[in-house]
């Protein structure tokens, strides 16, 4: 059992002394922040909640046994607003030969048609949903490939796994097909069905510049009106700058006067518009009420990729910009070694740490760590997780690290996770686990 550096209290009722908050994810508490956004506070949990939060040395010792954590980063259990449960794991049965999107495409594709059972998808969600937990995180939402027979089998899966996570991780999901298929009607009513038996409220597809796009997208958009669903898209993950989806969504969204949430994922081709046209897409993304989340590791995998030739650009979307015109934007995990991305670990620490080095994150505004925490909670409508307030259940990640350059040089692998004030097993699954399905090949 591996439960990190620090030792928790047995006591019900104990103290997390002299603790380092991120002040942006902190709520309902008078504190004042360093240069680097970083309060400096006493925790008080009592049965498994957060009692109080105050400035260091003002907790009483009568709060219970106290544990100094002598500077070191706490955060809240984490929030992945953007990930492919159902795509994990799959690379040693099945890689990308290239390392492009096409080669990605094609590939996870063939390994669906002939692998994709209920029991290979359950194991390899579930392996994805341990690490996860065991690197911190307290919410997720999935894609799930809903394309013909895939849709009988992988939503009731998603059901299961919710089930089997309630209380350590919340699961949510969206449907993921490409926007062509909105024009087949047979297809929608499968979809919508399987949303609607098993799904969270959220209904979404990957759009492409097709001639009927705006047709396309009335469709989606009229059948999120009448069933009550939130949108979720992936969006223009390309670095062709004829590829302006995301405008299309915004002018959908406007002209529909659309009040549900939408999330807009990867955005890529944003950062390679002409400064003006730039400009008006994001005006229209604000003003349509669009979230964007940005996926900063496979982007940069797979982006820019050709050949031997040295990538030019870093993959992401236009992030800075977006947040300062007042877009909600946020990171998250994305592909988890499959063709996608042949690495990654459902570790948000790891991709606050990746997504500050590819979006440079770290000479601006302090609050870069809401968009793994708050950010993505408010789209996913979990306002109880990615912030740490009184009374919410003290679900926690503790670390050594003092300030964010410490928190950033390494991968603070010692990490304690606490859920509900109880540091939890981070020991994470061996891989060796999911040989018996990688002895396959699509």
Same mark, same amino acid.
């Given at each position: 059992?591996?439960?990190?550096?620090?030792?928790?209290?047995?006591?019900?009722?104990?103290?997390?002394?002299?603790?380092?908050?991120?002040?942006?994810?902190?709520?309902?508490?008078?504190?004042?922040?360093?240069?680097?956004?970083?309060?400096?506070? *006493?925790?008080?949990?009592?049965?498994?909640?957060?009692?109080?939060?105050?400035?260091?040395?003002?907790?009483?010792?009568?709060?219970?046994?106290?544990?100094?954590?002598?500077?070191?980063?706490?955060?809240?259990?984490?929030?992945?607003?953007?990930?492919?449960?159902?795509?994990?794991?799959?690379?040693?049965?099945?890689?990308?030969?290239?390392?492009? @999107?096409?080669?990605?495409?094609?590939?996870?594709?063939?390994?669906?048609?002939?692998?994709?059972?209920?029991?290979?998808?359950?194991?390899?969600?579930? @392996?994805?949903?341990?690490?996860? @937990?065991?690197?911190?995180?307290?919410?997720?939402?999935?894609?799930?490939?809903?394309?013909?027979?895939?849709?009988?089998?992988?939503?009731?899966?998603?059901?299961?796994?919710?089930?089997?996570?309630?209380?350590?991780?919340?699961?949510?999901?969206?449907?993921?097909?490409?926007?062509?298929?909105?024009?087949?009607? $047979?297809?929608?009513?499968?979809?919508?069905?399987?949303?609607?038996?098993?799904?969270?409220?959220? @209904?979404?597809?990957?759009?492409?510049?097709?001639? $009927?796009?705006?047709? !396309?997208?009335?469709?989606?958009?009229?059948?999120?009106?009448?069933?009550?669903?939130?949108?979720?898209?992936?969006?223009?993950?390309?670095?062709?700058?004829?590829?302006?989806?995301?405008?299309?969504?915004?002018?959908?969204?406007?002209?529909?006067?659309?009040?549900?949430?939408?999330?807009?994922?990867?955005?890529?081709?944003?950062?390679?518009?002409?400064?003006?046209?730039?400009?008006?897409?994001?005006?229209?993304?604000?003003?349509?009420?669009?979230?964007?989340?940005?996926?900063?590791?496979?982007?940069?995998?797979?982006?820019?990729?050709?050949?031997?030739?040295?990538?030019?650009?870093?993959?992401?979307?236009?992030?800075?910009?977006?947040?300062?015109?007042?877009?909600?934007?946020?990171?998250?995990?994305?592909?988890?070694?499959?063709?996608?991305?042949?690495?990654? *670990?459902?570790?948000?620490? $790891?991709?606050?740490?990746?997504?500050?080095?590819?979006?440079?994150?770290?000479?601006?505004?302090?609050?870069?760590?809401?968009?793994?925490?708050?950010?993505?909670?408010?789209?996913?409508?979990?306002?109880?997780?990615?912030?740490?307030?009184?009374?919410?259940?003290?679900?926690?990640?503790?670390?050594?690290?003092?300030?964010?350059?410490?928190?950033?040089?390494?991968?603070? !692998?010692?990490?304690?996770?606490?859920?509900?004030?109880?540091?939890? *097993?981070?020991?994470?699954?061996?891989?060796?686990?999911?040989?018996?399905?990688?002895?396959?090949?699509?």
């Amino acid at each position: 059992m591996t439960t990190g550096f620090a030792a928790i209290p047995a006591s019900t009722s104990y103290r997390l002394t002299n603790a380092r908050s991120p002040l942006c994810l902190i709520e309902r508490a008078d504190l004042a922040a360093d240069r680097d956004g970083l309060a400096l506070v *006493d925790l008080r949990v009592e049965d498994g909640r957060i009692a109080s939060i105050l400035p260091a040395g003002t907790e009483a010792p009568e709060g219970g046994p106290g544990l100094d954590l002598d500077g070191g980063i706490v955060l809240p259990r984490l929030v992945d607003a953007h990930v492919h449960l159902d795509k994990g794991h799959i690379w040693p049965r099945r890689r990308n030969p290239d390392g492009t @999107f096409m080669g990605a495409l094609e590939n996870v594709m063939a390994d669906r048609e002939a692998n994709w059972t209920s029991e290979d998808v359950r194991a390899r969600m579930d @392996f994805g949903l341990r690490c996860a @937990f065991a690197h911190g995180t307290s919410a997720v939402r999935t894609h799930i490939d809903s394309l013909g027979k895939q849709i009988g089998i992988s939503w009731p899966v998603l059901a299961e796994m919710r089930a089997e996570w309630a209380g350590r991780v919340a699961l949510q999901a969206s449907p993921l097909f490409g926007i062509q298929f909105a024009l087949d009607a $047979e297809h929608m009513k499968a979809v919508t069905r399987a949303v609607k038996a098993h799904g969270d409220g959220i @209904f979404g597809c990957v759009t492409y510049m097709i001639p $009927e796009l705006a047709e !396309a997208l009335d469709i989606v958009f009229r059948a999120a009106i009448e069933n009550g669903f939130d949108l979720d898209f992936h969006v223009d993950e390309t670095n062709d700058p004829a590829a302006r989806s995301l405008e299309y969504i915004a002018e959908a969204a406007l002209r529909h006067r659309f009040t549900g949430k939408i999330l807009a994922g990867h955005c890529c081709s944003l950062a390679v518009q002409a400064p003006q046209d730039e400009a008006r897409i994001i005006a229209k993304v604000r003003e349509a009420g669009i979230a964007v989340v940005s996926l900063p590791m496979c982007n940069m995998y797979l982006q820019d990729r050709d050949g031997g030739r040295t990538p030019r650009w870093r993959g992401v979307t236009a992030l800075h910009e977006l947040k300062a015109a007042g877009v909600a934007v946020m990171i998250a995990s994305d592909n988890t070694r499959d063709p996608f991305y042949a690495y990654g *670990d459902l570790d948000l620490v $790891e991709v606050l740490r990746e997504g500050t080095r590819i979006l440079q994150l770290d000479h601006g505004p302090t609050d870069f760590a809401a968009m793994i925490a708050r950010a993505p909670a408010a789209v996913m409508g979990v306002a109880d997780k990615g912030v740490v307030a009184p009374g919410l259940s003290a679900d926690l990640i503790l670390t050594r690290a003092r300030d964010w350059t410490e928190f950033f040089a390494r991968p603070q !692998a010692d990490r304690t996770v606490l859920v509900a004030g109880k540091a939890i *097993d981070r020991t994470l699954p061996d891989y060796r686990e999911l040989d018996h399905l990688m002895s396959k090949s699509a």
